[in-house]
């Protein structure tokens, strides 16, 4: 993963800087980023996205397509009036990502206990992000996209497009 933001930074010829700049995202942060010492959150994901006009599934290691699916109207709505990373984990999901995530476990006919059992992520948790209590991380959002056959970007609100970007082999 940090080998691709190194990259579409370097052929940008953006510096670290360049990126803080861009994504308000601090400088040190970025770069243990680039060098693999410290992931991502997934506001920082979303950021990152965007500016590089790529996809979070890119970023994510789990397609090798750089291509982004058109962007959707929420996606500005999830990133507009930044208070920080606290503020944004205390908010929780939007009504409409809530309402995504609820969507597609009940079309897959998955218990939230199901969703434990093929992501990791525990049933507590997954109820939090349900419910509007909590917002992903950027390890759920990763695992919850591949058991449910989409994209981190629909899970995330950068696009309205359900279907996962193709697939890299050998994606856990």
């Known amino acids: 993963m940090n080998d691709r933001l190194r990259?579409?930074?370097?052929?940008?010829?953006?510096?670290?800087?360049?990126v803080q700049r861009l994504t308000g995202i601090d400088r040190g942060n970025y770069s243990k980023m680039e060098l693999g010492t410290r992931y991502y959150t997934i506001r920082q994901c979303m950021k990152l996205a965007i500016v590089f006009e790529t996809s979070m599934d890119y970023l994510a290691g789990l397609t090798d397509e750089r291509e982004p699916y058109e962007r959707s109207k929420i996606c500005l709505a999830e990133l507009i009036g930044d208070e920080g990373e606290k503020a944004e984990r205390k908010k929780g999901l939007s009504l409409e990502l809530r309402n995504r995530l609820r969507g597609l476990r009940t079309e897959k006919k998955y218990?939230?206990?199901?969703?434990?059992?093929?992501t990791g992520v525990d049933q507590s948790n997954y109820s939090k992000l349900e419910c509007g209590k909590q917002h992903y991380t950027f390890g759920q959002c990763r695992q919850i996209a591949l058991a449910m056959g989409t994209s981190?970007?629909?899970?995330?609100?950068?696009t309205d497009r359900k279907q996962p970007h193709r697939r890299k082999k050998n994606v856990y």
């Open 152 to 158: 981190m970007d629909y899970l995330a609100g950068l």
């Open 7 to 18: 990259e579409l930074r370097l052929e940008r010829r953006w510096t670290q800087r360049d």
């Open 111 to 118: 218990s939230q206990v199901k969703i434990q059992m093929l």
